[in-house]
């Protein structure tokens, strides 16, 4: 197997459900290194990630994986916020590096 047809085989063998559920982990990610705090409603508005049920499964998914946890706004207890575990950031750190030694075999 090529280097090329390995990249295709690894995004190929991603569901549709894990790759909507790698963006969302991220996005948090990203928005917790920024300070920026993200909530279920974030998700479905600002980054098109899906309608409210698709995001809200997506979300159900990582929690039961242990990627992320939902604690309650302190602004307002009727929203949770999404913050990223130890074992999510081990998954994305993962991801990361298989990623990057992909892209350092097409080099």
């Known amino acids: 197997m090529n280097k090329y047809t390995a990249?295709?085989?690894f995004i190929a063998n991603m569901s549709e459900q894990s790759r909507g559920c790698d963006e969302i982990l991220s996005h948090v990610y990203n928005n917790d290194?920024?300070?920026?705090?993200?909530?279920?409603?974030?998700l479905v508005y600002q980054r098109n990630f899906g309608t409210g049920p698709t995001v809200h499964s997506k979300i159900k998914k990582l929690a039961r994986q242990k990627f992320i946890e939902l604690?309650?706004?302190k602004e307002d207890a009727r929203v949770k916020e999404i913050i990223v575990t130890s074992k999510g950031l081990t998954y994305l750190r993962g991801q990361d590096s298989q990623i990057e030694k992909m892209l350092g075999a097409l080099a």
Do not use: A, L
């Open 7 to 9: 990249i295709i085989s």
């Open 33 to 42: 290194r920024q300070g920026v705090s993200t909530k279920i409603t974030d």
């Open 71 to 73: 604690k309650k706004s």
